[in-house]
């Protein structure tokens, strides 16, 4: 049973980091992609970032890119996102999703992990 776990959110004030990860189960993903969505109240769910966990290629959406950094650690299924100079509108539920492609169509996700910004 595939299972993709994450950990790492929390409460931080603007300005400051936090580092995400999700730890995926029940299969090897070397050849999927991994991704980040991320999910404000009243908001529909949007995506982050996404990394090939075969070549290493990263995608980011415009509102991550230079702030956040996708990396991926194939011995252990897992994934991180690097998140600096956190604003307040980064304040989410952050999701772990894994695919067949870094850029759609994600068949497994995870609970979700609260990542709270305050100004």
Known sequence: QVQLVESGGGLVQAGGSLRLSCAASGQTFSNYGMAWFR?????????????????GNTYYAASAKGRFTISRDNAVNTVHLQMNNLISEDTAVYYCAAGKSALRDFDYWGQGTQVTVSS
């Open 39 to 55: 999910q404000a109240p009243g908001k529909e769910r949007l995506f982050v970032a996404s990394i090939n966990m075969s070549s």
